[in-house]
């Protein structure tokens, strides 16, 4: 069936560095993508959002990257700071369904001091 | 500030129990859902509603049922408690047709089936 996956289950980096936490997705007719970031105890909350027509886009120390050739999302994070320790998901919504999001498994980030 | 706000943080029940699990949301959003979160599994959908006394199930509606008699609430309702429903439950809302800035989620009910 269709499914939104992560490459990484975990990642760890380093404070300053810059994190890329990745996903690929196999429906071609999602239209619509969204990261969302859990920390512990709290539920997911919005990070950005892409469309597909669209193959980046960018917010504060965050850019989400689109390349549907290969059907890949990635959410770079720009100097990673402890308090992005989080577990990050991707979520698609496709075409017919403009309201039902397919979320990913998730990537736990960890940030070192 | 707009929220989604979930009734309990933590519950423990018995096996067999009725639950009740409440969310109440104050966006006037029209959709709903309640998702479980497991290990490894990430967030399943059980359960969404697209409008008042409107329901559809998900992925993995078995053993649940949800009742949305309001639009700002929507419960989730496990006719008899198993410990295979230990989980940590989540309501979202959001708005249609477009949904901008995705899902609002609220804070989660860890549920212990003991």
């Known amino acids: 069936g269709e499914s939104v996956g992560l490459h990484l289950p975990t990642l760890s980096v380093q404070e300053g560095d810059n994190s890329i936490i990745n996903c690929a997705y196999s429906?071609?007719?999602?239209?619509?993508f969204i990261w969302y970031k859990q920390e512990s105890g709290k539920g997911p909350q919005f990070i950005i959002d892409?469309?597909?027509?669209?193959d980046k886009r960018q917010g504060q120390r965050v850019t989400v990257l689109l390349n549907k050739t290969v059907k890949h999302l990635s959410l770079q994070i720009a100097a990673t700071q402890p308090g992005d320790s989080a577990v990050y998901f991707c979520?698609?919504?496709?075409?017919?369904?403009?309201?039902?999001?397919?979320f990913g498994k998730g990537t736990l980030l960890t940030v070192n001091p | 500030d707009v929220k989604v706000t979930q009734s309990s943080r933590y519950l423990v029940k018995r096996t067999g129990e009725k639950v009740f699990l409440e969310c109440v949301q104050d966006?006037?959003?029209?959709?709903m859902f309640w998702y479980r979160q497991d290990p490894g599994l990430g967030l399943r959908l059980i359960y969404f509603?697209?409008?008042?006394?409107?329901?559809e199930k998900g992925d993995i509606p078995e053993g649940y049922s949800v009742s949305r008699e309001k639009k700002e609430r929507f419960s989730l309702i496990l006719e008899s408690a198993s410990t295979n429903q230990t989980s940590m439950y989540l309501c979202?809302?959001?708005?249609?047709?477009?949904?901008?800035?995705?899902?609002?989620f609220g804070s989660g009910t860890r549920l212990t089936v003991v």
């Open positions: 966006m006037d959003h029209e959709n």
């Open positions: 979202a809302s959001s708005l249609i047709p477009q949904t901008n800035y995705g899902y609002t």
């Open positions: 509603s697209y409008d008042v006394k409107m329901k």
């Open positions: 979520a698609e919504i496709s075409g017919g369904s403009n309201y039902k999001l397919t």
């Open positions: 429906n071609s007719a999602s239209d619509y």
């Open positions: 892409i469309r597909s027509n669209m």
